[in-house]
């Protein structure tokens, strides 16, 4: 196994994690493991296999970082497009696009903040006309106020 040049188990429903063992294959050109269900990592290692020309592990279900072994090869290295990782939705890094956030944008953050003041500053404004309300009538009831007098509160 340490000699094989070539490794294609794409569409196998393969469903255990990418072997680290892999690695011990010095001359390995291919590694073709598209339209399996791997989980978790991409090994690390898998980018000291220089003679790796060819790197397919797309439609699985594979998380966490790119190695940057894989993603920023150098020099006569070949390095591997984003069709490589494509079909992993927990897979990032280079040369994926940017994840979208799953927060919130600083305008649904600002437009929120603005809602709840003006709801604050409504709510206010009505319990204070409704308490000068009730202090009126009661002014009036008691007959504090004068009709030529202010009440004053």
Same mark, same amino acid.
Request: charged letters at 10%; glycine letters at 8%.
């Given at each position: 196994?340490?000699?094989?040049?070539?490794?294609?188990?794409?569409?196998?429903?393969?469903?255990?994690?990418?072997?680290?063992?892999?690695?011990?294959?010095?001359?390995?050109?291919?590694?073709?493991?598209?339209?399996?269900?791997?989980?978790?990592?991409?090994?690390?290692?898998?980018?000291?296999?220089?003679?790796?020309?060819?790197?397919?592990?797309?439609?699985?279900?594979?998380?966490?970082?790119?190695?940057?072994?894989?993603?920023?090869?150098?020099?006569?290295?070949?390095?591997?497009?984003?069709?490589?990782?494509?079909?992993? !939705?927990?897979?990032?890094?280079?040369?994926?696009?940017?994840?979208?956030? !799953?927060?919130?944008?600083?305008?649904?953050?600002?437009?929120?903040?603005?809602?709840?003041?003006?709801?604050?500053?409504?709510?206010?404004?009505?319990?204070?006309?409704?308490?000068?309300?009730?202090? /009126?009538?009661?002014?009036?009831?008691?007959?504090?106020?004068?009709?030529? /007098?202010?009440?004053?509160?």
């Amino acid at each position: 196994m340490v000699l094989m040049n070539l490794l294609n188990l794409s569409s196998n429903r393969l469903s255990d994690p990418t072997p680290q063992q892999l690695t011990l294959c010095a001359y390995l050109n291919v590694i073709d493991l598209h339209n399996n269900g791997l989980p978790g990592l991409i090994p690390q290692q898998l980018g000291l296999l220089v003679r790796l020309s060819i790197f397919d592990v797309s439609n699985n279900r594979l998380s966490g970082p790119i190695p940057s072994s894989l993603g920023n090869r150098s020099g006569n290295l070949p390095r591997f497009n984003a069709s490589s990782y494509e079909g992993n !939705k927990d897979l990032y890094g280079y040369p994926l696009l940017p994840m979208k956030s !799953k927060g919130l944008s600083i305008m649904a953050i600002s437009g929120i903040g603005l809602g709840s003041g003006l709801v604050s500053l409504v709510l206010s404004f009505t319990a204070v006309c409704v308490w000068l309300r009730v202090s /009126e009538k009661k002014c009036q009831s008691v007959n504090l106020c004068l009709s030529t /007098e202010i009440c004053e509160y």
